[in-house]
């Protein structure tokens, strides 16, 4: 129901990767003519790992090769986000998580005077598992701060999840492996900086330390149906549900990761 075209951002790491000394300078966007994710700070560059026998991109929250913590960012994508409908999805692996939040995307202010960020909520409970949370900052007039919503804890340490973020209308709905966790309101703020987009850079937490597979993004609407088969590539391709290190290939891999509710499951 969508082409490739229609999308603002599609990138995997199985491909389109550009690295300097074994480090991501470039992360190419597989959307026809769109803007490529960069890094040209050299002790900012993340690293490569695997998940399930394939390239992912290592983002080490400043505790590995610098004292700049690892991002990719680009400047115009994903401008005046939430004008409209939205659809913003990623495949991401967490790292043993401190107790602190952590900064998994931000989008810079620019000429505007709000920005928002998604984050990943700190392991409070002590059980590898976190949640996410979508913020909007605004700091004119007066500093504030919106809380579009809190998940509860849908992610796990070192098991791989795609997490989905879907605006329809004024209504904001959170998908993980394919599951609706969270549906929220987005009636009271528009997502409307149009700074820079940086993936793992700090906005107020800690950086992300973890590994992100596939970032996949759109400014419009997101059929459901499209959505689904998005989540059927996702499970088969990078084992959703299982540790990173763990390769399976074929029909076993992600399989039975998906809610049943989905059409292409297993297929």
């Not at 605006?167 to 009271?188: H, I, P, R, Y």
Request: net charge negative; hydrophobic share 35%; glycine share 10%.
């Amino acid at each position: 129901k969508l082409r490739l075209r229609s999308f603002d951002g599609w990138f995997t790491a199985t491909r389109g990767i550009t690295t300097v000394s074994n480090v991501v300078s470039v992360w190419a966007n597989m959307v026809p003519n769109g803007a490529n994710l960069t890094q040209s700070t050299a002790n900012a560059r993340p690293a490569l790992t695997t998940v399930n026998g394939k390239t992912a991109i290592d983002f080490d929250g400043a505790t590995g090769r610098g004292a700049a913590s690892d991002f990719v960012t680009e400047g115009d994508m994903l401008d005046d986000i939430g004008t409209g409908d939205f659809y913003v999805g990623m495949v991401i692996n967490c790292d043993p998580m401190p107790f602190s939040t952590q900064t998994l995307i931000t989008k810079a202010s620019g000429t505007g005077n709000s920005q928002w960020q998604f984050l990943i909520q700190g392991d409070s409970a002590g059980d590898d598992e976190v949640g996410l949370q979508l913020q909007h900052i605004q700091s004119s007039p007066s500093l504030s701060v919106t809380t579009f919503f809190t998940t509860g804890e849908i992610l796990f340490v070192d098991k791989t999840t795609f997490i989905e973020l879907v605006k329809t209308g004024d209504t904001l709905k959170v998908f993980s492996n394919g599951t609706l966790v969270t549906t929220a309101s987005a009636q009271s703020k528009d997502f409307d900086a149009d700074g820079d987009l940086k993936i793992s850079q700090t906005g107020g937490s800690s950086p992300f330390d973890g590994v992100l597979c596939e970032f996949i993004c759109k400014k419009g609407e997101m059929p459901d149906e499209t959505r689904q088969v998005i989540e059927a590539l996702m499970a088969e391709k990078w084992n959703l549900g299982d540790a990173r290190a763990t390769s399976k290939r074929g029909r076993a891999s992600g399989f039975n990761s998906l809610s049943v509710d989905n059409r292409f499951r297993n297929k």
